[in-house]
């Protein structure tokens, strides 16, 4: 199979030589996790904990921090958040102070635990463009061209997205892509996709999320693929409480290169889906040098809180509809001659 383009999907795969097989001395530190995006009038969730030791369970209550003085500065405004009742470790902006995360500022997250001060920058990327365009190439044989995508992008208002991810996606405007299976369709990270994206940002970024929501995950949508590709690449069907078999919603991969494949990898279900593509500053980048899927849980991430573990970054995000339809349902809708 051989495609004409500048350049094919790049995944990071996080790989260590001389993994280490002794934790050392354990010493508990503070934990925050958090982001904050462009536009956006609060911040994410942001988690507090402690660490726990390697033999404790890390579902244990008394490791969440609900008592920290968290507050985010930046842009000549503050905001303090707030623990959110009944959820142990969470803050969020609940209006008291609502402020804009600009393009371009960096903002500081201040944590203050117990006489202990956590600090973490991020930079909101200060631009970001998302194009749909054509790929070329030959697959057995046969000339094959992936078309450009109308991505209706400055058609929807936020509200519209909210609404969807909430059940309610009649209000969308969006157009169709092709789900196909067989060799050339559904068999590897190179196979051929259903479309290609291709983005630009004034400022160098380490890595771009890609994430795809279906947006109606009945069963009757569910695309059933029990072929051994599917479970090396996908993993293993699940199995809801009656019998029908599914796979997760929302999907999502981290990038790093300027050309997104949306390929089979990206898709479980048929119907309505909401793609976000989210560029994120360096700190996600540098996060993931580590091992933050504990392959090895001796391989710390890369974190950037000082004075405690975690993460803090800034991100900039585009989102579209598509209409995910299988490639047998199209055929079949013809009627013969």
């Known amino acids: 199979m051989r495609f004409k383009t500048a350049g094919a999907i790049s995944l990071a795969v996080l790989m260590a030589c001389n993994l280490p097989t002794d934790a050392g001395d354990y010493v508990q530190q503070y934990v925050i996790y958090g982001s904050i995006a462009a536009g956006a009038h609060s911040p994410d969730t942001i988690f507090v904990s402690r660490t726990s030791p390697i033999d404790e369970s890390s579902e244990t209550a008394d490791r969440w921090i609900s008592d920290?003085?968290?507050?985010i500065t930046g842009g000549g405004a503050t905001a303090t958040l707030q623990a959110v009742p009944g959820r142990p470790g969470r803050y969020l902006d609940l209006g008291l102070a609502p402020m804009t995360f600009?393009?371009?500022?960096?903002?500081?997250?201040?944590?203050?635990?117990?006489?202990?001060?956590?600090?973490a920058t991020a930079t909101v990327p200060d631009s970001f463009s998302v194009a749909s365009i054509a790929l070329e190439g030959v697959c057995d044989e046969v000339a094959e061209v992936v078309r450009p995508v109308d991505l209706h992008l400055g058609d929807h208002l936020l509200s519209d997205f909210a609404a969807a991810a909430g059940g309610d996606w009649t209000g969308l405007v969006m157009d169709t892509i092709i789900y196909r299976e067989g060799p050339c369709y559904s068999a590897s990270f190179v196979s051929i996709p259903l479309m290609v994206l291709e983005w630009s940002s004034d400022t160098l970024e380490g890595i771009i999320r890609a994430t795809t929501l279906a947006l109606d995950q009945s069963p009757q949508r569910a695309?059933?693929?029990?072929?051994?590709?599917?479970?090396?690449f996908k993993g293993?069907?699940?199995?809801?409480?009656?019998?029908?078999?599914?796979?997760?919603?929302?999907?999502?991969w981290n990038l790093s290169n300027t050309e997104v494949w949306l390929s089979w990898l990206f898709f479980n279900y048929?119907?309505?889906?909401?793609?976000?593509?989210e560029i994120t500053d360096h700190q996600i980048a540098d996060y993931f040098a580590g091992d933050p899927f504990d392959m090895n849980p001796l391989i710390e991430p890369q974190g950037n809180i000082e004075g405690g573990k975690g993460l803090f970054y800034a991100s900039r995000k585009v989102q579209f509809p598509v209409w995910v339809e299988r490639e047998e349902t199209v055929f079949s809708a013809v009627e013969p001659d």
Do not use: C, W
């Open 236 to 252: 293993h069907m699940l199995e809801d409480e009656d019998g029908n078999l599914y796979r997760p919603s929302p999907f999502t």
């Open 270 to 277: 048929s119907g309505p889906h909401l793609i976000t593509l």
């Open 68 to 71: 920290a003085v968290v507050t």
């Open 102 to 119: 600009q393009p371009g500022v960096t903002y500081t997250l201040e944590a203050s635990i117990k006489g202990s001060l956590l600090l």
């Open 223 to 232: 695309i059933i693929d029990t072929s051994f590709q599917a479970h090396a």
